[in-house]
């Protein structure tokens, strides 16, 4: 290490203080073993002593320094103990000791962020891109590298600000509505903090949920990121104004309308430049990349909202390792950013397979013990009469709500009409609702790409 960066990256005045406390202040111990780990101490002899310590206090808090001594003899350690239990420390500063400390951890994590990234370029194992991309992943995990407050004032003071919040607003949901009322009566709405997984079929109507979803996203101005794994850009875009405006997706995608419904469509277009919904078609975005992209826009953007379609198309996940890392991950990113993110998911094609009982299970999922485990919140979506569907049933789709951790389950019976990708319950307030989209509501958003 640079000797001028030696000063900012460690204090041992600090490390030494802080072991003192813990020698000679039994009721800080609880406080100063939750806020730092062994890795925090630059000097290896502080390290081990700390996590002696640590290992002593586990089943005896209150250890004396006789116990500590032998612990650290049979360690090679006793030598520094006679130091550290002499050593001036001020109680008063004990916070802005460990802040001090925490930040000249992360300091050093920076440092050497920096030297891998350099010693990657030289080496060129990977591609700029991936290694361009790590490199900006560990930066952005240091942001997040704080520990949580598990003191109860602070969970008191986090339930009286949500309950404040919960009292001025107008709905009735815990989480962000998809623009299907029933079903965020059912569900409690798409909730932050945790993955959502959307499942079904081949061409069931998973990409159209999550295009009606981001919808309801832009009417309700909530920063969404949608990633496409599938389709590109200009067709999400697409069926976003078929939904929006009612005019059949062919229609739109022919170009085959009328003077009246292009200057609806311009309208449209210019009021969704404004928007805080982004979009991003890359069939190689891999899961380094994605959670790299959630941070960055969650930082700059300040997205609440991840819409991923879908899942089975991220590169590199074809084991059950590769799917648990995966569905893992996005679930505590969802939790660290306290963002909800929704991943469509492809069914199993066993459900073909079934005899009688056609409705979809958790078992169904692909790699199901991974997804059914970290999802918050999992909906099913199916025809019952697929294999020999009647004329008047054709646009009857079913949500199985069959996993809501903060909600209900459930069965609702949705309508999908494919000629403008509009997803909805069929009652009447329901299709005010978008009503209203395709025309003044649009009007207001703060818009879009």
Same mark, same amino acid.
């Given at each position: ?62 250890? %004396?320094?006789?116990?500590?001594? %032998? ?75 704080? @520990? ?32 299907? @009322? ?138 059950? %390792? ?34 009688? %009982? ?9 790699? *199901? ?25 054709? *646009? ?54």
């Amino acid at each position: 290490m640079p000797k001028f960066l030696e000063s900012s990256q460690f204090s041992l005045a600090i490390e030494e203080a802080i072991l003192a406390v813990l020698i000679n202040q039994p009721s800080y111990r609880g406080l100063i073993f939750y806020k730092l780990v062994e890795q925090h101490f630059f000097d290896p002899q502080h390290s081990k002593i700390f996590a002696k310590m640590q290992e002593i206090y586990n089943p005896n808090p209150n250890f %004396d320094l006789p116990i500590l001594c %032998d612990r650290l003899e049979e360690a090679n350690l006793i030598n520094r103990i006679n130091l550290l239990k002499i050593t001036q420390y001020n109680l008063n500063n004990l916070d802005n000791y460990l802040n001090e400390l925490h930040i000249k951890y992360l300091l050093r994590k920076s440092y050497s962020a920096a030297q891998n990234f350099c010693r990657e370029i030289d080496e060129q194992k990977n591609s700029n891109i991936d290694i361009v991309s790590s490199l900006a992943n560990d930066l952005l995990s240091l942001v997040y590298d704080q @520990k949580i407050n598990i003191n109860i004032e602070s969970a008191i003071q986090e339930f009286k600000d949500i309950f404040a919040k919960r009292k001025t607003e107008t709905t009735s949901l815990i989480g962000y509505s998809t623009g299907i @009322k029933k079903l965020d009566i059912l569900t409690n709405g798409i909730k932050s903090g945790e993955l959502t997984i959307i499942g079904g079929q081949t061409s069931v109507g998973k990409s159209a949920f999550g295009v009606n979803t981001a919808v309801s996203n832009i009417v309700n101005k909530f920063p969404t990121l949608f990633l496409s794994l599938e389709m590109k850009k200009v067709d999400i875009l697409q069926r976003i104004i078929s939904i929006i405006s009612e005019i059949p997706l062919t229609s739109i995608q022919l170009a085959k309308i009328g003077p009246q419904q292009e200057t609806q469509i311009n309208r449209i277009l210019e009021n969704l430049k404004n928007d805080n919904t982004f979009f991003l078609d890359d069939s190689l975005l891999n899961l380094q990349k994605i959670i790299s992209l959630i941070r960055t826009c969650h930082i700059r953007n300040k997205i609440k909202s991840v819409i991923i379609d879908y899942i089975q198309f991220v590169p590199n996940t074809q084991s059950l %390792d590769d799917y648990i890392k995966l569905t893992r991950s996005l679930s505590q990113l969802a939790k660290e950013l306290d963002i909800s993110i929704m991943a469509m998911s492809q069914l199993s094609r066993y459900i073909e397979r079934r005899e009688e %009982d056609y409705r979809p299970r958790l078992s169904d999922l692909r790699q *199901s013990g991974s997804i059914e485990e970290d999802a918050g919140t999992v909906i099913l979506l199916h025809y019952p009469f697929r294999r020999n569907l009647r004329k008047e049933e054709e *646009s009857d789709l079913w949500a199985i709500v069959a996993k809501n951790r903060r909600g209900s389950t459930g069965e609702i019976k949705l309508k999908f009409d494919k000629s403008i990708q509009r997803i909805t319950d069929g009652s009447i307030s329901n299709k005010n609702i978008f009503a209203e989209l395709s025309h003044e509501a649009i009007l207001q958003p703060q818009g879009i790409i």
